[in-house]
């Protein structure tokens, strides 16, 4: 069990540190009247509330999607990307992370399916030379496997302590001081092989993203594998729950074309309604959001 319940109200990240009293008003009366109502009310509330959003939402850099989202993923929450193998999920993933890097929020990469090297190597053959990034600190991939193959090795899966795994992951946040993270694929993290881990499994997740949110500082993205044909979205059924939004990645064939589909499933706090959407990958742009599906299928009747 965490330590301590999760906050139920959604506060500010960093305000954590934020000093109990504000500093007072300076007696320059230049600066005050700098604070005063512009004449034109209107452009005020609308600049105010394009503010506040940014404040509140960081963009996923998928280009369509933040608009449909108003703004991208709630900062400082968790949310699920979940598709069947190939879908586009780690291409997704890396998309929310290279623009966080390139506008000033550092970015963590938990590798557990594939080697990093493997990966950058793949990324780089995509359009994504990561390596800059990687050098500047703007990029950081922790890779997992290593450390998990020699516990399993052991056998000692029933000992891995949650709270060495959290630590670690929060360590590494916080040396190039990430403000995004991922975690590609989560289950493999948590071990759930036999059926009375599940109960495990879960309560592991929900110390996680607790200690993660906790943080105030990570706006974070786990992805979950959903086996061919399966109607579940999660391996333990409850990060689905844990998740403040899910975006279901999976191909679809419509009309003899096959196409990618994007489901927004759930998005907290989002002027959406679960709705689906055609989507490309294309190399060196990635995740491309082309038009919602019910628009597609209004074509596809027509013509
Ligand atoms: N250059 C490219 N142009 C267009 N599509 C590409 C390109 N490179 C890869 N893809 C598509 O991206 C898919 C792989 O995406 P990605 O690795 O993000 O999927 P995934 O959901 O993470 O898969 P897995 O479940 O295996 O981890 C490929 O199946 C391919 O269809
Ligand atoms: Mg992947």
């Not at 319940?5 to 700098?34: K, V």
């Not at 929310?96 to 990469?109: I, K, T, V």
């Not at 989002?270 to 919602?292: L, N, Q, T």
Request: proline share 6%.
């Amino acid at each position: 069990m965490p330590e301590q319940a999760p906050q139920e109200a959604y506060e500010l990240p960093g305000t954590a540190s934020m000093p109990e009293q504000l500093p007072p008003i300076p007696a320059d009366s230049s600066s005050i009247e700098e604070l005063s109502y512009p004449e034109d009310s209107y452009a005020y509330n609308t600049q105010q509330a394009v503010i506040a959003r940014k404040a509140l939402f960081a963009p996923t850099g998928v280009p369509g999607l933040d608009d449909i989202l108003a703004g991208g993923f709630l900062r400082g929450k968790t949310y699920l990307v979940a598709g069947e193998a190939g879908c586009g999920k780690t291409i997704f993933s890396i998309q929310f992370l290279l623009h966080g890097a390139l506008n000033g929020e550092p970015g963590l990469y938990i590798a557990i399916d594939e080697p990093t090297n493997q990966l950058l190597r793949g990324l780089k053959i995509f359009g994504w030379d990561l390596r800059d990034l990687i050098s500047s600190k703007r990029l950081m991939f922790l890779d997992m496997r290593t450390h998990f193959s020699k516990i399993y090795m052991r056998d000692e899966r029933k000992h891995i302590e949650p709270r060495y795994i959290i630590e670690q992951i929060l360590n590494a946040a916080k040396r190039i001081n990430a403000k995004r993270l991922v975690i590609d694929p989560i289950a493999p993290l948590v071990y759930g092989g036999k059926e009375e881990d599940v109960l495990y499994a879960r309560e592991f997740l929900r110390e996680m993203v607790f200690a993660i949110e906790k943080t105030g500082e990570l706006t974070t993205i786990l992805t979950s594998e959903i086996p061919t044909g399966s109607t579940k979205l999660s391996r333990f059924g409850v990060e689905e729950f844990l998740a403040c939004g899910i975006i279901v990645l999976a191909i679809e064939e419509i009309y003899g074309n096959v196409e990618r589909i994007m489901y927004i499933r759930k998005a907290r706090w989002a002027p959406v309604k679960p709705s689906k959407y055609i989507f490309d990958i294309v190399s060196g742009k990635g995740v491309v959001v082309r038009e919602p599906l019910s628009e597609y299928l209004k074509r596809m009747r027509r013509s």
